[in-house]
């Protein structure tokens, strides 16, 4: 690139080196997360006319216009640094979920606070406990600060395996974290479980609870109402959710935390960036949460579509996990991988898992009408390639 600044190779050599050296062993050996191909890359480099984006997640009618009113009307504010305490949102967020704003704590996505989690509380050699297959930074960030990582499994139905969880709680464990439902299989953890895995935990240990997908779930009847449930349990405790998916917001990068007790938020104020959150993500959360019928408008959609790509998926031959959020994971009988990089051809993109034992499963998530049609037409015709 700036070839005019060209170090020699020796110079370039001893820095390397020199860094590797330098860096922290928990940074040193980290694994970097997998972020997926964007939309530009795959349609520069195949060509292809229209991508269906299946492999975030998103929210495939995107934003309430709500929110990008907001947004042009702050626009002209953009030289004012946004406010630190995120108060208008923490306000609004109080209200909505009847927890107390100096008990809400507001991240740069979600994943912003599970980087808070980790640095406030993990020293070297704690233990974490947390899901296989599961969410990369849920196992990341707990293994950049040198803990040490007990990975869970789910049953051979792929849902929540109570009891591997109650034996690994049964050990001194310095944090728990997991996503419900989770994220990739999109199994739900019901009340009972909930309760059995919340009760089974350490009394010291920090209980984190990631709700990316609350909103798919909610009126589930067998939906864990888990402030209700945590609130009656003297253990530390956090729960995550995010403005990144039923919201649609994930490009603004905005989630919060509902926490146990004050001092917690305390806590991560002392370790995260003081301006986290900027002025165009305050403002848009706060316009997306007085459009509650956009967020219905999507689950409705979402969990409709879901439906239908799941029995074509089925019908297909292919083992699909049940799912209670905007994706689905199935196991495609082959290296996911190969086949995603063939599904790139057509326009699609997925999200290949590489966990240990899951080589061979994709999450897809729940796009609209043609983008589902796109990924499952393309996956008839690599099929039919395949058989001849
Ligand atoms: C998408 C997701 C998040 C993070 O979302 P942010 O965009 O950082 O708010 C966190 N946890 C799980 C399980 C997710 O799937």
Redesign the pocket.
Known sequence: MASDLAVPDTVFDNQQQLLKKLARPGARSLSVYNAGLSAEAVQKKYGVAHIAKLA??ENPLGASPQVVTALAADACFSAIYSDASSAALRDALAADTGVAAENIVI????????HMLALAFLNPGDRVVTLIP??G??EIFPRMMGADVTLVGVNARQEFDVEAWENALSAPAKMLIF?NP???VGCMLNREGFTRIVNAAPADCVLVI?E??FEYCENDPEYPDSLRVLAEQPRPWIV?R????AYGL?GL???YGLASHPELVNLLDRVRTPFNINRSAQVAAVAALQDKQHVRDSIALVTALREEMAAELTALGFNVASSS?NFLFFDCGCPATELAQRLLAYGVIIKPWRETGYENWIRVSIGNEQDNRQFIDSLKRILTENAA
């Open positions: 975030s997640n991240g740069n996505g979600s994943e912003d606070i599970l599961s969410f930074l849920h996503s989770s994220n990739p990631d990316a997908y995550l995010t403005f990144s998916k994930a990068r905005v989630g959020a």
